[in-house]
């Protein structure tokens, strides 16, 4: 069979730490720096809402909450927070291209968000996220987003007066010392098992892997990207059908599975897609051009390749298209 999607997915390894690091609820408001909170909204009152910690006076706001797409923080294992870490920073890698409506300071207000940027030292992982002000190239509230074993925290700093300079840097400030709270109120996470040299220890980001100017030559201008998880990516329109998505990715990364190690895995893998129907591509360590459905009934065009234990999948509008994307995830990736 091509698609040996089930296989696959069953093969992708999950990071350390299958148990919660933190099984049981924090007080959130507790770990944040008092002294820090005064110097970055003096005088300013807090209020406890559900899981959202709020410090506020006219013209400037500090807020921190739990993230979660279901059910409690604690109920998570490291490993499921990673992932859901994994499509909230996709999200913000993808600059807002209008603006949206968010309830800051006790005011509705139009703002644009940037592209995300890592930020280093801050937890297991993190990110900074600017929004500006619509119409204008001002930085009013600036969003760090992190992790901790099973915990993810968001961090929102608004205040149009201070600059953005101010405003990531309280952002940042309060961020990372919560995390080193966190990091002390509990043991770390087994470490991972170390990743042989060359190979990854997981698949890209699928909805990141392409920059904005490169998804714009694929796919048209009201397409929006979709994404299940953070290794797969489609751009489709409002209402349209799976089979008419204009672009699809997906990325898999075996560390083991029955035919050896990760990349003697993923050549295993890889061999179920050639078949008399399939052309190489002189890309990547292999890759193949065919088209999905049948000789009679052929389907969208699809490029696979390998490159170490790393399979990606891309299906797009036209075969040019698809080897393009290929080539430039694989270039992405170098």
């Not at 720096?33 to 406890?48: E, F, I, M, Q």
């Not at 080897?323 to 694989?330: D, K, P």
Request: aromatic fraction near 6%; proline fraction near 8%.
């Amino acid at each position: 069979m091509r698609l040996m999607i089930a296989l696959m997915l069953w093969l992708s390894p999950l990071p350390p730490g299958t148990q919660p690091r933190f099984p049981a609820p924090l007080d959130l408001c507790a770990m944040v720096d008092a002294d820090l909170v005064k110097r970055l909204v003096p005088g300013g009152g807090s209020r406890l809402e559900g899981r959202h910690c709020v410090w506020t006076k006219p013209g400037s706001e500090l807020g921190v909450r739990w993230i979660n797409d279901d059910g409690e923080p604690w109920d998570y294992t490291s490993a499921q927070a990673h992932e859901e870490y994994r499509r909230s920073l996709a999200r913000d890698l993808r600059p807002d291209t209008s603006p949206r409506s968010l309830w800051v300071n006790g005011d509705s207000r139009d703002l644009l968000g940037g592209r995300a940027r890592v930020v280093r030292g801050v937890g297991d992982e993190g990110h900074l996220l600017d929004h500006v002000a619509a119409g204008t190239e001002r930085v009013e509230l600036v969003k760090v987003v992190f992790r901790v074993g099973n915990l993810l925290v968001e961090v929102e700093h608004f205040g149009p007066a201070p600059g953005a300079r101010r405003l990531r840097q309280g952002a940042v400030a309060v961020a990372r010392r919560m995390a080193d709270a966190l990091v002390r109120a509990s043991p770390a996470d087994p470490a991972a098992a170390p990743v042989a040299p060359g190979t990854y220890a997981e698949p890209p980001i699928a909805c990141a892997v392409l920059s904005p100017a490169q998804v714009r030559q694929l796919v048209e201008p009201s397409a929006y990207a979709r994404t299940g998880n953070s290794a797969t990516c489609s751009w489709e329109e409002p209402n349209e059908s799976s089979d008419r998505r204009q672009l699809r990715l997906e990325f898999w990364a075996p560390r083991r599975g029955p035919a050896g190690d990760g990349v003697a895995q993923a050549k295993e893998m890889f061999a179920g897609w050639r078949d008399d129907d399939t052309r190489a591509l002189d890309l990547a360590d292999e890759a193949l051009a065919f088209r999905e459905g049948t000789p009679q009934v052929p389907g969208p065009p699809v490029v696979v390749f390998r490159k170490a234990n790393l399979l990606g999948y891309v299906r797009a509008g036209d075969e040019a298209k698809a080897e393009r994307a290929a080539r430039w995830i694989v270039e992405a990736l170098s």
